[in-house]
């Protein structure tokens, strides 16, 4: 499944050299082993998820969408003072049927760049405004407009920029078989998940998109209410703290972020047999 053709923005200024370079890696040692393992994926097909999902989108997000408009109005104010101008973010991500759209945010970061021209880690730009606003998801607020057009549902796997789209495999690209929502909260287990992170998630959304029903989204959204007022927990992930992409895949088949890579290879984690030029590839990759 490959991506609508269309200009991309605010994608390539946030991967850094390093992390192309491992992805391409992973892609070429792994992604094709990886593809010919996982388990093929089977879609739900349903009056619900054909019709009835979507009217429920607009019920609820057309009356809240107007409700927010006041309040919306003041957060702009407060990020032009806080960030200048251009007060929103725009990004392209990827939806479904590996549709591209424009999300629209808050600005919450500054857009201080390293030496390569690319931006810094969030952790490094988030603004103490845009803390408070990351904290209590107030910069998401706009997204309930991408449900209006069609782009976003209230529930469904978070939508992803199109770099990580692209560095998926296929059992994963099917998570963009339903439209892309506000959160996708977790509903199963899977090994060493408190590690990785991404393989939590990733498996997560294809569990959804093969389950999903009126029922699961009733207790999602429950979910979905309790997250947003864990204040403690938002507070760490609205600092932007620990905070790096997927990059690709082990041996395994598990998906890896950039620090779960770096961690493998200095616990030496990879094949003895390598050649030294894979091996020269994995150390330029973590310098």
């Not at 390569?116 to 969030?122: E, I, K, M, N, Y």
């Not at 998940?193 to 294809?206: G, K, L, M, P, S």
């Not at 998906?255 to 150390?283: I, L, P, V």
């Amino acid at each position: 499944m490959k991506t609508e053709q269309g200009s991309v923005i605010g994608n390539s200024a946030l991967v850094s050299v390093n992390e192309e370079r491992v992805a391409q890696l992973l892609r070429e040692k792994n992604l094709d082993y990886v593809n010919s393992i996982s388990k093929e994926v089977h879609p739900k097909n349903t009056l619900y998820t054909r019709a009835i999902k979507r009217l429920l989108d607009l019920i609820v997000s057309i009356p809240v969408f107007i409700v927010l408009l006041p309040f919306n109005a003041i957060f702009a104010v407060c990020t032009f003072f806080d960030v200048g101008s251009p007060i929103f973010y725009k990004q392209t991500r990827v939806g479904k049927n590996a549709k591209k759209f424009t999300m629209v945010k808050f600005r919450n970061m500054n857009e201080k760049k390293d030496a390569d021209g690319r931006l810094l880690p969030p952790s490094q730009r988030v603004t103490k405004f845009g803390r408070i606003m990351r904290k209590f998801s107030l910069d998401e607020l706009l997204n309930f407009w991408s449900i209006i057009k069609g782009d976003m549902s209230i529930i469904g796997p978070r939508p992803q920029p199109v770099f990580v789209y692209e560095r998926l495999s296929d059992r994963h690209k099917h998570r963009s078989d339903v439209r892309p929502g506000l959160e996708c909260p977790r509903m199963i287990h899977v090994e060493k998940e408190d590690i990785f992170r991404y393989q939590r998630t990733f498996e997560n959304d294809v569990w959804y998109v093969e389950n999903v029903s009126f029922a699961t989204d009733c207790k999602m959204i429950f979910m979905l209410v309790k997250m947003v007022f864990s204040f403690k927990k938002r507070g760490n992930q609205a600092s932007g703290n620990g905070i790096t992409y997927f990059v690709g895949y082990d041996e395994t088949g598990t998906a890896m972020s950039m620090k779960n890579y770096q961690n493998d290879y200095k616990s030496g984690n990879y094949d003895s047999a390598e050649s030294e030029s894979e091996k020269t590839n994995y150390e330029e990759s973590v310098v």
